[in-house]
């Protein structure tokens, strides 16, 4: 179907726009002249379809504007395609209207020609400044990449381009829609004023999985108040975009939406991935998303991880953060010198694994008020393992973690700037095999776990011989005015170890330690339990026959001014309870409270 050079095609109108279909088997050409309006002055916009089987060349006007509302323009072909300088207008005043453009493949490229007739060159790219143009007339933009049910379909954005809404005043929305993969490099999409939403939506035809993946390296999107999307299937509440090394690659990025809500989801399927894939992969990329809240879904198979975040970072004002890993044989989340910090809002990292659960080496997780919750299920590995700096100003921090075989909750051990509630309550729990709960003196800043006010729940479970239930390694727990309680359970083992300095200590909460195990219930090694006016009892049960103690404290003593004392230890063998270790003072104050001291032993 050919134009003339100068044909027009006028179906506008006052009340609304009519609908003009332009369809061919084969080709359509509208030269440079061509104009088709389809136009309303005070109702919607209309509806423009072109349509090519094989070869569509498009240079002239394509017009749907509405009074209030936009209307749609298509442009479609089967095959190979040459729009450059294509004219679309589908916008309004009020709610914006949209353009589709519709192909095999399409690759983005930075231009600005005007094609003709005469300079025609089919193929399968789409001008930066033609998205951009459209855009500025308050029209959204549509990419759509494979054509047949089944097809693949790739959509590619090449180096340079800058797909940009200047000075806009209508919420618009771009979105990508590839049956195959959605790729780029070194490219921009942007809004400086109204929002520009963005979905980027991989296999969207859901029968690709594994070939249609999300690979972005060098973007940079800000939608400036828009939502930005990245998923699969066409389902943006439950698909992921698949690949069989990595679902989605972010890189040496920057997204900013100002207030928008951020979405990640992808899967891997492991056939073709490296120790580096993930389901979802964050490397040296700067997200902020103002108010607007984050979540990231990763899944992986054939041991490639959930989620993997490195050298990086997530800054909001308010919103909340949710990453989600989950693996069968790999880890579920990874994070390697990330960085968290919500500005109030919560933050979730929830982490189910093969191996480890989370884990997470020389981050920061900064809440400013929001609750921090940290759960992971770990196989192989531990169940959750935390080299971080954890700040919740105020908010409440929950650690959960589970391991088949090693460790339930690990925190500490490298780099490692404490935990601190700032008033809100901690609660650390952990079931394992070789240890329930483990806490590690650091190499950076603070060694605390301080609640300022909050209370301090540790509560750790393990069940392999010479495990420990609670293990706080050079670590105080430092509650203020809240109760700090410890409860440690390991009946081949050891219940509660305070080992290399670790000590309790409040002002007037509360301090209770109760453990179980095989050799000691409770071994408290040269640490201090002390209170300004809190009680503090202390418990242990030792089972075996082999034991040395229910409850053993050694160091410097136990004090409280004006609270009471209580020690109870029970031991099938050894003592009940052992106040000291022969090699100085041991003292017991409480400043007028009563002190109760009761062991039961064999020794």
Same mark, same amino acid.
């Given at each position: 179907?050919?134009?003339?050079?100068?044909?027009?095609?006028? %179906?506008?109108?006052?009340?609304?726009?009519? /609908?003009?279909?332009?369809?061919?088997?084969?080709?359509?050409?509208?030269?440079?002249?061509?104009?088709? =309006? %389809?136009? /309303?002055?005070?109702?919607?916009?209309?509806?423009?379809? @072109?349509s090519a089987g094989n070869a569509l060349a498009a240079f002239g006007s394509l017009y749907a504007r509405g009074g209030s509302a936009g209307g749609s323009i298509g442009t479609y072909s089967g095959g190979t395609f040459d729009i450059r300088g294509l004219q679309v207008d589908a916008g309004s005043n009020g709610s914006a209207g949209v353009w589709t453009l519709w192909a095999? !493949?399409?690759?983005? +490229?930075?231009?600005?020609? &005007?094609? &003709?007739?005469? &300079?025609?060159?089919?193929?399968?790219e789409v001008q930066d400044e033609d998205i951009s143009n459209a855009l500025s007339t308050g029209t959204s933009v549509t990419l759509r990449a494979g054509v047949a049910p089944g097809d693949d379909g790739d959509i590619h954005f090449a180096d340079g381009v800058d797909i940009f809404y200047d000075d806009g005043s209508v919420p618009l929305a771009f979105r990508a829609d590839a049956q195959g993969s959605i790729t780029g490099d070194n490219f921009r999409i942007a809004s400086n004023a109204a929002a520009l939403s963005m979905a980027f939506n991989a296999d969207a035809n859901g029968i690709n999985t594994g070939s249609a993946y999300i690979d972005f390296d060098g973007a940079n999107l =800000?939608?400036?108040?828009? =939502?930005?999307?990245?998923?699969?299937r066409s389902d943006a509440t439950g698909g992921a975009a698949s690949g069989f090394a990595t679902g989605i690659y972010i890189g040496n990025s920057t997204i900013a939406t100002a207030g928008g809500d951020l979405l990640l989801r992808g899967e891997s399927t492991g056939s073709d991935a490296g120790a580096d894939d993930a389901g979802v992969v964050l490397q040296d990329? /700067?997200? =902020?998303? $103002?108010?607007?809240?984050?979540?990231? #879904?990763?899944?992986? %198979? !054939?041991? @490639?991880?959930g989620i993997i975040a490195s050298t990086g970072s997530i800054t909001g004002t308010g919103g909340a953060v949710l990453l989600d890993g989950r693996s069968d044989s790999g880890d579920g989340i990874r994070m390697d010198g #990330?960085?968290?910090? *919500?500005?109030?809002g919560d933050i979730s990292l929830l982490g189910y694994g093969g191996g480890l659960g989370v884990h997470a080496d020389y981050s920061d997780l900064d809440s400013s008020g929001?609750?921090? @919750?940290?759960? $992971?299920?770990?196989?192989?590995g531990n169940g959750i393992e935390l080299s971080a700096l954890v700040a919740s100003g105020g908010g409440n921090i929950t650690m959960q973690g589970t391991s088949t075989d090693a460790v339930g909750l690990v925190f500490?051990? $490298?780099?490692?700037?404490?935990?601190?509630? *700032?008033?809100?309550? +901690?609660?650390?729990?952990?079931?394992g095999a070789t240890g329930g709960v483990a806490v590690y003196a650091g190499s950076f800043g603070s060694s605390e776990i301080d609640s300022a006010g909050g209370a301090i729940d540790v509560d750790g479970t393990a069940s392999a011989a010479g495990a420990i239930g609670v293990r706080v390694d050079g670590v105080d727990l430092v509650g203020a005015s809240g109760d700090v309680s410890v409860s440690g359970s390991a009946p081949l083992g050891v219940g509660i170890l305070l080992a290399n300095g670790?000590?309790?200590?409040?002002?007037?909460?509360a301090i209770s330690l109760a453990g179980t195990g095989a050799d000691f219930g409770l071994d408290i090694d040269d640490g201090a339990i002390d209170t300004d006016s809190g009680d503090i009892s202390l418990s242990g049960d030792a089972l075996a026959a082999t034991a040395t103690a229910g409850v053993r404290v050694t160091g410097a003593g136990l004090s409280t001014d004006g609270g009471t004392i209580s020690v109870t230890g029970t031991s099938a063998g050894g003592v009940g309870v052992q106040l000291g270790d022969g090699s100085g003072v041991f003292s017991i104050g409480s400043g007028g409270g009563a002190i109760s001291i009761n062991g039961s032993g064999v020794d």
């Amino acid at each position: 179907a050919d134009a003339t050079e100068t044909s027009r095609i006028d %179906a506008s109108g006052v009340a609304g726009g009519c /609908s003009v279909d332009i369809q061919a088997s084969d080709g359509v050409l509208l030269y440079e002249g061509t104009l088709i =309006d %389809a136009s /309303s002055q005070a109702g919607p916009g209309g509806s423009i379809l @072109v349509s090519a089987g094989n070869a569509l060349a498009a240079f002239g006007s394509l017009y749907a504007r509405g009074g209030s509302a936009g209307g749609s323009i298509g442009t479609y072909s089967g095959g190979t395609f040459d729009i450059r300088g294509l004219q679309v207008d589908a916008g309004s005043n009020g709610s914006a209207g949209v353009w589709t453009l519709w192909a095999p !493949n399409l690759d983005v +490229i930075s231009g600005s020609a &005007t094609g &003709t007739v005469a &300079t025609l060159v089919l193929g399968d790219e789409v001008q930066d400044e033609d998205i951009s143009n459209a855009l500025s007339t308050g029209t959204s933009v549509t990419l759509r990449a494979g054509v047949a049910p089944g097809d693949d379909g790739d959509i590619h954005f090449a180096d340079g381009v800058d797909i940009f809404y200047d000075d806009g005043s209508v919420p618009l929305a771009f979105r990508a829609d590839a049956q195959g993969s959605i790729t780029g490099d070194n490219f921009r999409i942007a809004s400086n004023a109204a929002a520009l939403s963005m979905a980027f939506n991989a296999d969207a035809n859901g029968i690709n999985t594994g070939s249609a993946y999300i690979d972005f390296d060098g973007a940079n999107l =800000d939608s400036r108040g828009g =939502d930005i999307l990245m998923y699969g299937r066409s389902d943006a509440t439950g698909g992921a975009a698949s690949g069989f090394a990595t679902g989605i690659y972010i890189g040496n990025s920057t997204i900013a939406t100002a207030g928008g809500d951020l979405l990640l989801r992808g899967e891997s399927t492991g056939s073709d991935a490296g120790a580096d894939d993930a389901g979802v992969v964050l490397q040296d990329t /700067s997200i =902020d998303v $103002g108010a607007g809240s984050v979540q990231v #879904f990763g899944s992986g %198979a !054939n041991g @490639v991880a959930g989620i993997i975040a490195s050298t990086g970072s997530i800054t909001g004002t308010g919103g909340a953060v949710l990453l989600d890993g989950r693996s069968d044989s790999g880890d579920g989340i990874r994070m390697d010198g #990330f960085s968290i910090a *919500s500005g109030g809002g919560d933050i979730s990292l929830l982490g189910y694994g093969g191996g480890l659960g989370v884990h997470a080496d020389y981050s920061d997780l900064d809440s400013s008020g929001g609750a921090i @919750v940290v759960r $992971g299920e770990g196989g192989t590995g531990n169940g959750i393992e935390l080299s971080a700096l954890v700040a919740s100003g105020g908010g409440n921090i929950t650690m959960q973690g589970t391991s088949t075989d090693a460790v339930g909750l690990v925190f500490g051990d $490298g780099y490692y700037g404490g935990m601190t509630s *700032s008033g809100g309550d +901690i609660l650390l729990q952990g079931q394992g095999a070789t240890g329930g709960v483990a806490v590690y003196a650091g190499s950076f800043g603070s060694s605390e776990i301080d609640s300022a006010g909050g209370a301090i729940d540790v509560d750790g479970t393990a069940s392999a011989a010479g495990a420990i239930g609670v293990r706080v390694d050079g670590v105080d727990l430092v509650g203020a005015s809240g109760d700090v309680s410890v409860s440690g359970s390991a009946p081949l083992g050891v219940g509660i170890l305070l080992a290399n300095g670790a000590g309790v200590s409040t002002t007037s909460g509360a301090i209770s330690l109760a453990g179980t195990g095989a050799d000691f219930g409770l071994d408290i090694d040269d640490g201090a339990i002390d209170t300004d006016s809190g009680d503090i009892s202390l418990s242990g049960d030792a089972l075996a026959a082999t034991a040395t103690a229910g409850v053993r404290v050694t160091g410097a003593g136990l004090s409280t001014d004006g609270g009471t004392i209580s020690v109870t230890g029970t031991s099938a063998g050894g003592v009940g309870v052992q106040l000291g270790d022969g090699s100085g003072v041991f003292s017991i104050g409480s400043g007028g409270g009563a002190i109760s001291i009761n062991g039961s032993g064999v020794d």
